[in-house]
């Protein structure tokens, strides 16, 4: 066995495993379906598990349910760390997540054929429920991987179907006995597909990620009057869906009207009983705003409730409201996005750095230990959606810079954050 | 046994009955729901027949599920037929639609038990899936009853549910031997609570209706591209979530610019997938306009798929719709409308003639036979709620007015239309 520092990881290994990954859940129309904690979640990590296993990593489960697979086995001091999360939305891709930790075990598995070994071991991980689709907040599993949230608070979160997080992950074997908090990792480095259209429309292979957006969840829930459509005049409804119709329309122009990075979604409304001639009792809708400025943020989230106050006043509705998530903007370690900068150059790939519009586990590690990502181009920004794709050379490069920073990170210095480990 | 004209119902029985009723599909709130052509609309269903079966009438049941009760049951000309529906809204009261059916047996009752025996035979029926709250259209039993909708298409009706109405008649054992349409009645008069304000507010005990609004039902289907909330940016969006609450706020602006006696409701929104952090693919809503104008309400229409037109260019989504239901405004007969206003006057009860803002069965049979309507008093105008409520004098009054208006007909001459049957 030759010692060489290793150049390139196996991209059609790469790409098998993430044909044999997208075949759990697989939707039919080229989408997978592994909602965080389902049947087929628990099916997709115990893949990825036994091909741990297969290279010899050591297993570790820990009380969410985060799996962290380390090399050499027997290690014992703080690893240099990658990965992501395995869990998709109900019409997600075959990328979002499985790509970072698919090709985290391709890099492992690349060092270990080598037979070079690095001064820190090798870690690669997935994250319990970072979409945020069954249980609220996303990314869930790394915020209680670092200590944001108490375990026991988590285990008690209740799905949008009404199971319990604890239960959920006791029925699929994936309550494990390690603690949380971890112990912080060395460093973190995260390699994803962008989810948006920046890179492709610039032609950048690479992205050297800077920052995440703020992201602010709300569930606005409004009672009215439930009534007849035909008998009840206009002047005396106290219309629901009127009063979620209207701020979605205002969750719309609050965007517009900031503009930079203000992006604001209402992606969910239920309205009860949900007929055609009957006046709602009540809706029940989403609103996600994302903003790299946290003053910005903060600023769209005074316009949405002051105008929220106002459309519950003209419709004599009550509206009330529950934080489902709550992220103010994460800064990147300079040091680790430097070294994808680095990486990428060196390789003659095209870079930029850019922040990150979704939320990322990442942004959780970065509270502990010096973290950054790497983006690969999502053709047309299409993402959480079946037709999410990414070129097969993309893929490759991703994860050859994914290498190198890794061995970086691995044999060279880390500067440990002075500030008590919290990087906002 | 005495020959006297009777003058006055049991109020006590009827409310008995109505109880009795109520308690199938009881949903625990003071409201019931019996969903047209469920389990719990067939235990409905054979409850009235019961009734009908002890009183001696004979129970004929049509090939679409509407059951008629007739007195005496040997009778073979046309009857003076009374009737609404048992089916509800899935929040419905106990009032809407039973009471008219349940009124109409107790003035049977009242008749029989006199000894009185009027020289046209006596019927009350109940009509399938008047609600329209499980299928398309609102009122489809008493359509196909006059005609107006050929049997065989009416049984392959889906539900909303998924279910075939055909097969739903067969599971609960209501799909019976006599043809439609039905040959016609003497003449038909209904009587149902307001479901509206107007009478409670100007302290009116009887409502003599004179016409019922025109109403139009249309499903929307707005298809836009499906992706992640965070990283795309405003201006590439193309959501189908905002496009269908534009279409909600543009819905209450029609109303508000006609004005007059026009409604618009926006009753059911269904986004897919509807998840907090994803751009819904694809939304469906309903959008419910009435009038009893029918150039006002073809305005309104016009103004809607206007709208309709331009919230999709400027979202680049698609918008297609398919009419759920189309009734034109209907104008009763004069004759039975001047019977209502003479037996309430004759009562020293208040009583004033009004439009219907609601559509009822008697719109459908008054193609076919002279028809008409009566109205109690709804407290607070509220129906298709668990509150809805009708006070046990108003419930009196109403059962005593219908006791006197069949009668009526019953012995007097009835004018036929001259238009071929058809009273638009």
Known sequence: MTTVVPHAVDGARLRGRLDELAAVGDTGDGGVCRLALTEADGAGRDLVVT?????????????????????????????????????????????????????????????????????????????????????????????????????????????????????ELERIGYRGPLPCPASPPAAFVELHVEQGPILEAECITIGAVTSVQGILWFELTIVGQSNHAGTTPMRLRRDPALAAAEIAVTAR???????????????????????????????????DLRNTDPVELARAERMLFDAVERIAAAESVTIEHRTLARFEPVVFDETVIGLVVDAAERRNLPVRRLPSGAGHDAQMLARVCPSAMIFVPSVGGVSHNPTEFTDADDLQAGADVLLDVMLRLADGPIDRPTDGGVHQ
């Open 51 to 167: 091909w741990m296993r297969d290279l010899g990593l050591r297993v570790d489960i820990d009380g969410i349910g985060n799996v962290i697979g380390t090399w050499p086995a027997d290690a014992t001091g703080p690893a240099v760390m990658t990965g992501s999360h395995i869990d998709t939305v109900r019409t997600g891709g075959r990328f979002d997540g499985n790509y970072g930790v698919l090709a985290g075990l391709e890099v492992i598995e690349t060092v270990i054929e080598s037979g070079f070994v690095p001064a820190r071991p090798l870690a690669v991980g997935f994250f319990t429920n970072e979409e945020g689709a069954r249980f609220a907040p996303d990314m869930l599993g790394s915020l209680v991987y670092v200590g944001g949230l108490p375990l026991e608070e988590a285990l008690d979160t209740v799905a949008i179907d009404g199971a319990v997080l604890g239960d």
């Open 253 to 287: 122009s609050i965007a517009r009207d900031l503009g930079g990075d203000q992006v604001a979604t209402v992606g969910r409304i239920d309205l009860h009983p949900n007929l055609v001639n009957v006046i709602p009792a009540r809706a029940t809708l989403t609103v």
